[in-house]
């Protein structure tokens, strides 16, 4: 949980470095948007005084909660920036340790980090620390495969993901100031768009057609999102824009330009595969606000990126991330943030060829965010029984997975769960799918737990589903 610093005030003396570093991680206080603005304004002055101090750790410990929390690139950003236009090198100091990040995780293959880098980057432009030519020629560079024939399209989707992911953060700037410059940036993307090969989508699809689920390239996607957003003039209220609240100081500050960036070789990378953006829920399933939003909105990318943003920064804390999903429900409260949730945390539990994410952090992500908030449960059961209805079309790998994933989930929570969406396929035969999961899942469920709680948490109707009680074979 983080520190509410409106009751615990910034010393400006006396820290140690795990003090300073817990500050600037902790800037945030979920919920309470004055308080996060009052943190970052005391924050800043007291980071520039612990300057010759704690340099270092100062510029470590931001360097990793823009890495770490997603979320809140906003929030860095202007941290950044007020800190920037009080002290001008240390503000050097800070977009030099990021850019040299950003060449660390290309030379990693990082994508991830490399895409939340380049997006506090972007930002950076907002909050006048980034002049906006260092940007768009950074976003040029970025985009070099894209007229490499040779390069290879994993390669070339990443590098115009991380761009698409980032743009919309700094294009309205761009647009104004930069406007040829941007256009550049929007036909290369166009142009690598039209003439790219998009045959995995048949192939990593979850459920085979005919489905009322659509199942589409996810860059192609996201481009369409970006896309809807420039044809209104890149105007949009979603994206968090605290800058905004310390204009009188920022606009006063000198601005930082950006070396040129030069790319690994593409033969030194091994990329993921491209993906196929699974969808469960449409308008039809929030009858109450907050409605869900379009396939093409971009709201709806954002948030998706910022879910899987969250998902994939957090692997080596699953308390940490569920904390941070459940936030981003209460921050963004007038949004179906559930909803996005479930949507993208099956999308990347049955991803095909394989997850990119470990099955074990998956399930233990999902049942403390059940615990974490209560709002998600029903979310999370409603996507359920959509995927069951379609289990019959399910990939054999993906129904597998869905059966190990939901079995553990019931074992966490001793088998308390919404039985009755099973029941009809008790009478089903015994070829139906329907049928075959149920049984799959309760045998698996067994093994996790007892027979004798299970046959207490399920109706009668299932009885003949489960598994028989074990027998010892040993000596008599």
């Not at 308080?35 to 340099?55: A, C, G, H, I, T």
């Not at 709201?299 to 991330?321: M, P």
């Not at 799959?440 to 996790?448: H, I, S």
């Not at 399920?458 to 040993?474: F, I, K, M, S």
């Amino acid at each position: 949980a983080s520190t509410n610093m409106a009751e615990a005030p910034v010393r400006p003396s006396g820290s140690s470095a795990a003090d300073i570093a817990r500050l600037i991680e902790s800037v945030v206080v979920p919920g309470q948007d004055s308080s996060v603005r009052s943190n970052v304004e005391r924050l800043y002055k007291v980071l520039v005084s612990q300057r010759p101090v704690f340099e270092k750790e100062i510029v470590n410990a931001i360097a990793k909660s823009v890495v770490g929390q997603p979320e809140q690139v906003g929030v860095y950003a202007t941290l950044i920036g007020l800190i920037n236009a009080m002290d001008f090198d240390f503000g050097d100091l800070i977009v030099r340790k990021l850019y040299g990040q950003l060449r660390d995780a290309l030379e990693a293959c990082d994508m991830l980090t490399c895409k939340l880098l380049v997006r506090c980057l972007a930002d950076l432009v907002n909050a006048s620390v980034l002049l906006p030519d260092a940007v768009a020629a950074l976003f040029i560079s970025l985009l070099t495969p894209c007229k490499d024939e040779s390069s290879p399209q994993p390669r070339t989707d990443a590098h115009v993901e991380v761009v698409l992911a980032s743009l919309p953060w700094v294009a309205r700037d761009l647009d104004d100031r930069l406007t040829s410059e941007l256009d550049d940036i929007m036909g290369t993307i166009e142009a690598y768009m039209s003439k790219r090969k998009t045959l995995h989508v048949e192939f990593f699809r979850v459920i085979t057609p005919p489905s009322f689920l659509p199942q589409d390239d996810y860059l192609g996607t996201l481009w369409m999102q970006v896309k809807s957003l420039r044809a209104r003039s890149w105007r949009e209220t979603i994206i968090p824009r605290l800058y905004v609240r310390f204009n009188e100081i920022l606009v006063k500050a000198m601005q930082h330009g950006l070396p040129e960036l030069e790319l690994p070789r593409a033969s030194a990378c091994v990329y993921v595969p491209p993906r196929v953006a699974l969808r469960l829920f449409d308008e039809f399933d929030t009858p109450e606000p907050p409605k869900m939003l379009p396939p093409f909105s971009f709201s709806r990318a954002l948030l998706e990126a910022f879910v899987g943003d969250i998902i994939g920064a957090g692997q080596k804390n699953h308390l940490v991330t569920a904390a941070h999903l459940a936030n981003l429900i209460d921050d963004f409260h007038t949004e179906p943030v559930a909803y996005i949730i479930a949507e993208v945390f099956f999308g990347e539990l049955l991803r095909l060829p394989s997850s990119i994410q470990p099955p074990f952090y998956l399930n233990v992500l999902m049942c403390e965010l059940v615990q974490c908030h209560p709002h998600f449960t029903p979310v999370l059961v409603l996507a359920l029984s959509h995927l069951f209805t379609h289990v019959a079309q399910l990939d054999v790998e993906c129904f597998t997975r869905l059966v190990d994933w939901q079995a553990h989930l019931l074992s966490f929570f001793d088998m308390d769960f919404l039985w009755s969406m099973y029941t009809e396929a008790a009478s089903a035969p015994d070829s139906n799918a329907h049928l075959h999961y149920v049984r799959e899942l309760l045998q698996r469920a067994a093994r996790l737990s007892s027979l004798t709680q299970l046959r207490r948490a399920v109706p009668r109707t299932l009885d003949g589903l489960l598994p028989p009680p074990a027998q010892w074979r040993g000596e008599p």
